[in-house]
């Protein structure tokens, strides 16, 4: 038996720009129904999501068969957590609010098997290798695992070339929205110090060789950013359309006066 091809990381490592958006229902059903639409990859947000492990699993399984790769977005950068939901089978981890590369290198520990990590060694009964029916697990697990941290603090984007640097970190992703709050400008995505900052980042990713990702934000679309040389970018949220759609069927039927949240 074979282990499941991690297909955002297949198209990322040859180039394409891959789209996505976020989940934080925590519902099987709505992952259902987003993978059929064939997106890239959606982040199963479970630093601002209500989700638990148990949800994520029966998130992947009701994607199975479909080309859309779940990534899991945890928490924090906990490793016991992290050792956990590898061996459910996550094969794509979103670290939040990392700020330095020995913290990046702790994630990279603890999603890979020895030499490339410390991972763990559970492979004969874990969920990740089929219950232990992939036999040669152990040997092939990093080919199909993608690491991306996050850099949403000033500490980070100092650290920026630091952190992609980190043998076994495959993306960098940058979050404009926490950025923006870790210099007292919360929300302010568009002004000249967090474009600066982010610029700052940017360069130091590209210089790596890696792959960086993000969200669009003020005065910068999904499509300007695909543009602008990011390869994986992240929009949308399901509670969000949910949300949106919902006010306007109220609005419809005069029920609503408040009008759409922006």
């Given at each position: ?14 180039g ?15 992952a ?21 492990l ?17 990534v ?7 490793p016991?957590?992290?050792?956990r ?7 794509a981890v ?6 330095t ?22 492979a ?67 002004a ?46 399901d ?7 919902a ?6 039927y ?9």
């Amino acid at each position: 038996m074979k282990i499941q091809e991690n297909l955002l990381k297949t198209k990322l490592r040859t180039g394409q720009k891959c789209f996505g958006m976020w989940l934080h229902s925590a519902s099987p059903t709505i992952a259902e129904i987003v993978a059929q639409a064939e997106l890239d990859f959606v982040i199963i947000d479970q630093e601002h999501g209500v989700g638990d492990l148990d949800n994520a699993v029966s998130m992947m399984r009701a994607m199975l068969g479909t080309g859309t790769t779940p990534v899991l977005r945890v928490p924090a950068s906990d490793p016991v957590y992290l050792k956990r939901v590898v061996d459910a089978g996550v094969q794509a981890v979103l670290v939040p609010m990392v700020n330095t590369a020995e913290e990046v290198k702790s994630v990279v520990d603890a999603c890979l098997y020895p030499p490339h990590g410390r991972r763990g060694n559970a492979a004969g009964v874990v969920r990740a290798s089929r219950y232990g029916m992939v036999h040669n697990y152990l040997d092939i697990a990093h080919e199909q695992m993608l690491i991306i941290p996050q850099i949403e603090t000033a500490e980070a984007v100092h650290n920026a070339a630091d952190i992609a640097a980190v043998a076994g970190v495959d993306v960098i992703f940058i979050g404009p929205s926490d950025l923006s709050g870790s210099i007292g400008l919360p929300g302010q995505t568009g002004a000249r110090q967090v474009e600066d900052l982010i610029a700052k980042s940017y360069e130091a990713i590209r210089a790596s060789g890696k792959p960086a990702a993000t969200v669009p934000r003020h005065g910068r679309t999904w499509q300007a950013l695909f543009d602008d040389g990011y390869q994986m970018v992240a929009t949308g949220s399901d509670l969000a359309y949910v949300r949106d759609a919902a006010l306007r069927q109220a609005d419809e039927y005069g029920l609503w006066s408040g009008g759409i949240s922006k």
